[in-house]
Each structure stands twice: as C-alpha cells, then as structure tokens.
C-alpha cells in the first residue's frame, strides 16, 4: 500500500507488486522437469568429471541437435563457459574483437583479459549487432608491431539489446572473420530465445551456428530454467582438444558434471528449451501491447525475444523501481530494461503494466 497526494487530498492507491518481477529472466526459478532430473541423478554413485553416463548421453544428444559432431564440455557458469571458450580460441598475441556493449567486455568483470590475458576490441554497434563491415575494418592492425591483430571475433545471439542476428547476418559475419584469418565464438546466453524468434526449430539452431561455420558457443540455460551450469559446444574437434586441460586451468571443471549434463538433457527432451523461450518472448510481446500507446516511453520496437528496453525519467523510474525492481541500462538516455521469463504469467504482465500506467499517471 502506497500514499499518494491528489491536489489536497490524500488517498490510498492498492498497488501490490507482481509476483514475479521483470529485471532479468535470470531471477526465475528453475523449470520443474529440471529439478526432477536433478533428483533422478541424485541417486547413488557415479563417476566424476564426465565420465558419468549424463554426460556421454549429453554429448551425444548435442551431437543430435546440432547434425554436428561437437564436442560439450559443462561448465559452472555464463562467464565461465565464454572464458573457456576464448582460452581455447585466442592465439598468443591475438586480440578479441566484439561489440562495444557485449557483455565479455562490460559485465565480466574483466575475466577475459585477466584470465584468457587477451585484448578486446570493442567495435561500433547498431543497437548490439555488429557489421561485416567492422570486421574487416580490423585489418589496419595486422602486419603491424604496435597493435595486437584480432584472432576472434565474438558475437552475442540474442544480443546485450534484444536484438537478432539473422541466419544470413551470421553467415556474413564468419565470411568476414575468415578472411580476416579469425575465429568465430558465438555467446548464447540466451540463444533459445533466439532460435525460438528466428523459426523455433533445430534446423534454425543448426543454421545460425554449426551450419553458419561458427566455431565454439556457449550455450545458455541458467535464463532459460536451469539451476546453475552452462555448456561450451565445439564444432572445430581441434579447439575441443586443447579444452580438456584448459576447462581445470580456468576453474570450470565441476567434479559432480552429471548434475548439470542432467540439466540440459532435460531442457532438451521434447525441445523443452525451446518451448520456454517461446513462452518467455510470448509474454515480452504482450507487456509490449500493453503499454506500446505510451509515448513517453519510446517502445518503439516490438521486442524480438524477451526484453524491451524503455525509457523513463529518474523520478518516475526509481518510484516503480522501489515498488518492482528492474535494471537500469543506460542512464545517460534514461533506458531502462525490462525482461519476461519462462515463467512470467499473463497475470503478472497485466499487473506490472497496470502499475506503470498508475505511476505514469501522476
């Protein structure tokens, strides 16, 4: 219950917060059929550092989504999958190239460069994607003492903006890194959401990543209903090699694997990771139509997964930040993100918009 002033009058306004909040899909819980998959491998013994049974029957199920012969190696986390999987790419003297705004250069706290110990170069980007054209642009650093060249390229699918890549976009982009003599890692943090958005199938999976020629993803499940643990896939069998030591020597080497491989082999029965992303960016489109006839709040773009990014001034911001916290994204502009997950229920659209339009009101 919050008081509000209405000219000389004082009136009490029923504002109760949505269950579930919209900061980030990575504040939901995890999906039920994860946890019973957790339980069912919970029982007994079983060997350590995947050589259990979940974890060669998640390689072979990776194998199977991807037409690909990959290699998967589990890791503890979203950081740590991509700092597994450019400690495997990068060559000595090479450099890092990715958008300004990923999020290996603006919210990992430095892990590349301090534990992979390699440059990034942020490049121009147009609401977080990057161009072919930027990319070839790193040529003017090769042959040259005084700069590290670029020996990666890595793009972030669905990106730091919500944005997509298209299956030909990606095909454009690993055109590019080869000529530039690059290799190309894709962060999937929330790649279901993009397949989900781009077609919803696993031939779109294969099309905008083994088929696309990319190198090494790191595949995402934590926001997608996971409990912890993501993976690093490897389509170049050479790059895989290299990473059986260096996944111990970047401290991502979880002795019970069969707990998170349990995970993803039940995120990939029956496509269950898709149908989740699916429901995530449902729920985004609908907050969208809720308040889109809002002006001030420049929703200018139906969301292509599960996040929009609207504006709102400070004052008005921190008031419904207080009441259902979101993330700010950008202060100088007054952006702000607001995010759906698997489990956001129209019910709690319908509210957090209710709430926005309340305080919009004032």
Same mark, same amino acid.
């Given at each position: 219950?919050?008081?509000?002033?209405?000219?000389? !009058?004082?009136?009490?306004?029923?504002?109760?917060?949505?269950?579930?909040?919209?900061?980030?899909? +990575?504040?939901?819980?995890? &999906?039920? /059929?994860?946890?019973?998959?957790?339980?069912?491998? *919970?029982?007994?013994?079983?060997?350590?550092?995947?050589?259990?049974?979940?974890? @060669?029957?998640? =390689?072979?199920?990776?194998?199977?989504?991807?037409? %690909?012969?990959?290699?998967?190696?589990?890791?503890?986390?979203?950081?740590?999958? +991509?700092?597994?999987?450019?400690?495997?790419?990068?060559?000595?003297?090479?450099?890092?190239?990715?958008?300004?705004?990923?999020?290996?250069?603006?919210?990992?706290? #430095?892990?590349? =460069?301090?534990?992979?110990?390699?440059?990034?170069? #942020?490049?121009?980007? =147009?609401?977080?994607?990057?161009?072919?054209?930027?990319?070839?642009?790193?040529?003017?650093?090769?042959?040259?003492?005084?700069?590290?060249?670029?020996?990666?390229?890595?793009? !972030?699918?669905?990106?730091?903006?919500?944005?997509?890549?298209?299956?030909?976009?990606?095909?454009?982009?690993?055109?590019?890194? $080869?000529?530039?003599?690059?290799?190309?890692?894709?962060?999937?943090? $929330?790649?279901?959401?993009?397949?989900?958005?781009?077609?919803? #199938?696993?031939?779109?999976?294969?099309?905008?990543?083994?088929?696309?020629?990319?190198?090494?993803?790191?595949?995402?499940?934590?926001? *997608? #209903?996971?409990?912890?643990?993501?993976?690093?896939?490897?389509?170049?069998?050479?790059?895989?090699?290299?990473?059986? +030591?260096?996944?111990?020597?970047?401290?991502?080497?979880?002795? @019970?694997?069969?707990?998170?491989?349990?995970?993803?082999? /039940?995120?990939? @029965?029956?496509?269950?990771?898709?149908?989740?992303?699916? %429901?995530? *960016?449902?729920?985004? $489109?609908?907050? &969208?139509?809720?308040?889109?006839?809002?002006?001030?709040?420049?929703?200018?773009?139906?969301?292509?997964?599960?996040?929009?990014?609207?504006?709102?001034?400070?004052?008005?911001?921190?008031?419904?930040?207080?009441?259902?916290?979101?993330?700010?994204?950008?202060?100088?502009?007054?952006?702000? $993100?607001?995010?759906?997950?698997?489990?956001? !229920?129209?019910?709690?659209?319908?509210?957090?918009?209710?709430?926005?339009?309340?305080?919009?009101?004032?």
């Amino acid at each position: 219950m919050r008081w509000a002033r209405d000219g000389d !009058t004082e009136r009490v306004i029923q504002s109760r917060a949505p269950e579930r909040q919209f900061a980030s899909d +990575n504040l939901a819980g995890a &999906h039920p /059929a994860v946890l019973e998959a957790v339980q069912r491998a *919970n029982h007994g013994h079983a060997l350590p550092y995947g050589a259990d049974d979940y974890s @060669k029957q998640l =390689e072979l199920a990776m194998c199977e989504l991807f037409d %690909h012969d990959v290699v998967v190696r589990p890791v503890f986390g979203g950081t740590g999958a +991509n700092v597994l999987a450019l400690s495997c790419m990068v060559q000595p003297g090479d450099a890092v190239a990715c958008s300004e705004v990923a999020h290996i250069a603006v919210d990992e706290a #430095g892990a590349p =460069e301090h534990i992979v110990g390699t440059k990034l170069i #942020g490049l121009p980007h =147009e609401r977080g994607r990057v161009s072919p054209g930027d990319v070839r642009a790193l040529a003017s650093l090769r042959n040259s003492q005084h700069h590290a060249p670029a020996g990666v390229l890595s793009i !972030t699918q669905a990106t730091e903006y919500g944005t997509l890549y298209s299956i030909d976009d990606i095909a454009a982009l690993v055109d590019a890194a $080869r000529e530039m003599d690059m290799r190309v890692h894709m962060d999937g943090a $929330r790649i279901a959401n993009a397949v989900a958005s781009l077609g919803g #199938g696993r031939e779109t999976f294969r099309k905008m990543t083994s088929r696309a020629g990319v190198d090494a993803l790191s595949f995402g499940g934590t926001k *997608n #209903g996971l409990l912890f643990g993501e993976v690093v896939v490897f389509f170049d069998r050479q790059l895989a090699d290299r990473s059986l +030591n260096l996944r111990k020597q970047v401290t991502q080497l979880p002795s @019970k694997m069969r707990f998170v491989s349990a995970q993803y082999l /039940a995120l990939l @029965k029956d496509d269950l990771f898709i149908a989740l992303a699916e %429901h995530a *960016n449902a729920m985004a $489109r609908e907050l &969208h139509e809720q308040l889109v006839d809002l002006p001030s709040l420049h929703l200018d773009h139906v969301p292509a997964v599960n996040s929009l990014f609207p504006t709102l001034a400070k004052s008005i911001r921190q008031d419904l930040q207080e009441w259902s916290f979101f993330w700010d994204w950008d202060v100088s502009c007054d952006l702000v $993100r607001w995010m759906t997950a698997w489990d956001t !229920t129209s019910d709690d659209v319908k509210m957090f918009a209710a709430g926005v339009r309340e305080r919009l009101s004032r």
